[in-house]
């Protein structure tokens, strides 16, 4: 008897085809050769035993400067470092951080695919309404601006939030072991996106939405509330490792933070840029402040750093492809409203349910993001006057919510192509019809992407071998010794070396040994102090005074790093002034 032929499951098919599209991105924005590297940026696998150390043993991080209390949680990356570390054993250094990028944007895609598979499993229709809103999230324009100028944190909290908000709903709808299990794992695996601890609020509010929400329409409200307050409990427990001193720096190191001169001249300004794209038109059409801005080019002049971007979705066809996005949305938020209006007790279908839940999500970011908005404006600047922390740690409205708005914007638009299967379900060429063309405007729409854009081209870059050299001598060295860095010619922690690399540093990353690094200087009065004082000394041309500065601070090496510009004349860099100074003084030696 003939053995029938082996066919894979048929939720496999979108899984699949999510990863084709991955896999093509990969092909056209991958540079061999090239580390992509620049922004902001965690690179462990300079030194994987350095930086799994500082993981573990993060509170205070003496690798800082002059050493200083965590502002950023250090601690969270342990996982993230894990996985990089493991991939190390089979990819080469400079691709390492390619395939966590890449792998972060899939897993975010998948997780919503099985997440709308779990809610529309009650529903037997088409996958096409679970595989449409999962390429939405993968390749919306929200999306593609954080993936643009890729940070650790921010492409871990784009994996997890579909993935969390399953763990949530499967524990408060059925609560059995496993699912808690399930629940934990996921906590777990996904604290490196709070590196970024801020982004905990938007954690918070997913949890909250589908947690109350479940509460709310429930019969059995006392076990419900049982489940949310495991649900919270879970949450806090395992991400105390790095909460729990995070509110206490941010408490006792709050002032010294909005008080650095970095801050101070920037955050008001980073602000106001977030708020030029904070009118309803904006949001909607998911358009953020990465759009305009600027940066220093390969070719040295300064322009928009997205232009390839800003003219496919300024341009006729892109405003068209955007608009028929947000009106599948749209229809989806008429479905829930409509819902609720006829039915005052329990929604008959998950969808309706899981729709609320949706909804307060995506009033709730564009809250926070919608601060152009009349009314909006008003709160968000008496928010941010009255409580000056809130005003510091969210001064970047954008990046903290924009990836928590579109997951709330995908929901709604899997259940605006529900709606529009239901309603012409009779007419299967009108429903074809849709969402060909709903699929046709999310693929235009991030053509770009396609084409090598989706990471910025100014961070695939070719790191000199010096700078390895550099890591593998210092590691030879005391690991108590401090370095400080120069040209010290600013206090922006902001770089531009001559090889291509634009960005906070990582330099660290690479060295087990302290280092005065601008980058520092925001959480610690010491390491600025440091440089107002080095600064004087250098430019005052005072070799005595630059010993007593070395000698103050416990400085061991100076490193030089000459392929480093100035956006305004490399003459203030003084390089050849310090060579003098250095080569002059009987205590300094090459």
Not at 14 to 36: D, H, R, S
Not at 114 to 134: A, D, G, M, T
Not at 373 to 382: A, K
Request: charged fraction near 15%; include cysteine.
């Amino acid at each position: 008897m003939k053995k029938p032929a082996f066919r894979p499951p048929l939720i496999l098919v979108p899984i699949l085809l999510l990863l084709l599209v991955e896999i093509v991105l990969a092909y056209t924005n991958f540079k061999p050769g090239t580390y992509l590297m620049g922004w902001d940026n965690i690179m462990p696998e300079f030194n994987f035993g350095v930086n799994v150390q500082r993981s573990l043993v993060s509170v205070w991080q003496g690798y800082r400067g002059l050493g200083l209390y965590d502002g950023m949680s250090q601690s969270a990356n342990l996982i993230h470092t894990l996985i990089l570390w493991c991939l190390s054993w089979l990819l080469p250094q400079n691709t390492l951080r390619y395939a966590f990028h890449f792998g972060m944007h899939y897993l975010g895609g998948v997780g919503m695919f099985v997440l709308l598979y779990r809610i529309f499993q009650n529903h037997k229709k088409r996958l096409s309404i679970r595989f449409v809103p999962s390429l939405f999230y993968m390749l919306n324009l929200f999306t593609i601006q954080m993936f643009y100028t890729p940070l650790e944190a921010f492409s871990t909290h784009f994996a997890s939030l579909p993935w969390l908000a399953l763990g949530i709903l499967n524990y408060m709808q059925i609560g059995k072991r496993r699912d808690l299990l399930l629940l934990f794992s996921i906590l777990l695996l996904t604290t490196p996106a709070y590196f970024v601890a801020t982004l905990i609020f938007p954690v918070v509010i997913l949890i909250g939405a589908f947690s109350l929400v479940q509460i709310v329409q429930s019969q059995k409200k006392s076990i419900e509330i049982k489940r949310f307050l495991v649900v919270l409990g879970s949450f806090f427990c395992i991400n105390a490792f790095w909460l729990m001193p995070f509110i206490i720096g941010a408490l006792s190191n709050g002032p010294v933070i909005a008080g650095a001169k970095i801050n101070q001249m920037s955050s008001n300004e980073i602000f106001l840029r977030n708020q030029v794209f904070g009118n309803i038109t904006d949001v909607l059409l998911l358009r953020g402040f990465s759009l305009n801005f600027t940066n220093l080019l390969a070719n040295g002049t300064t322009g928009l750093m997205m232009q390839t971007w800003r003219n496919a979705i300024y341009s006729p066809l892109g405003v068209a492809f955007s608009l028929t996005l947000l009106l599948v949305a749209v229809v989806g938020i008429g479905s829930i409203l409509v819902s609720y209006s006829k039915h005052r007790k329990r929604p008959k279908t998950l969808p309706e349910s899981i729709g609320l839940s949706a909804l307060l999500i995506f009033i709730a970011s564009f809250f926070m993001l919608g601060n152009d908005v009349p009314l909006l404006s008003e709160i968000s600047n008496y928010i941010r006057s009255s409580i000056p922390f809130f005003g510091e740690a969210y001064r970047f409205p954008f990046t903290k919510f924009s990836l928590l708005f579109v997951f709330g914007y995908s929901l709604l638009f899997a259940i605006g192509l529900f709606e529009i299967s239901e309603r012409w379900q009779k007419s299967k060429r009108i429903v074809t019809g849709s969402f060909f063309m709903v699929s046709t405007s999310i693929i235009l729409l991030a053509l770009p992407a396609f084409t090598g854009n989706l990471f910025y081209e100014n961070l695939k870059i070719n790191l000199p071998k010096q700078y390895l050299d550099l890591f593998s001598y210092m590691s030879k060295q005391k690991a108590d010794q401090r370095v400080a860095l120069f040209p010290a010619f600013e206090y922006w922690s902001w770089k531009y070396y001559r090889w291509g690399y634009r960005g906070s540093g990582f330099i660290w990353q690479g060295i087990q040994q302290p280092l005065l690094h601008r980058a520092f200087d925001p959480w610690s009065r010491g390491n600025e102090n440091f440089y107002w004082e080095l600064s004087q000394a250098m430019y005052r041309k005072n070799k005595h005074q630059l010993e007593q500065v070395l000698q103050k601070y416990q400085v061991t090496y100076l490193l030089q790093d000459t392929s480093m510009i100035s956006a305004g004349h490399d003459l203030q860099l003084f390089n050849e002034d310090s060579k003098n100074l250095f080569s002059e003084s009987q205590n300094i030696q090459l």
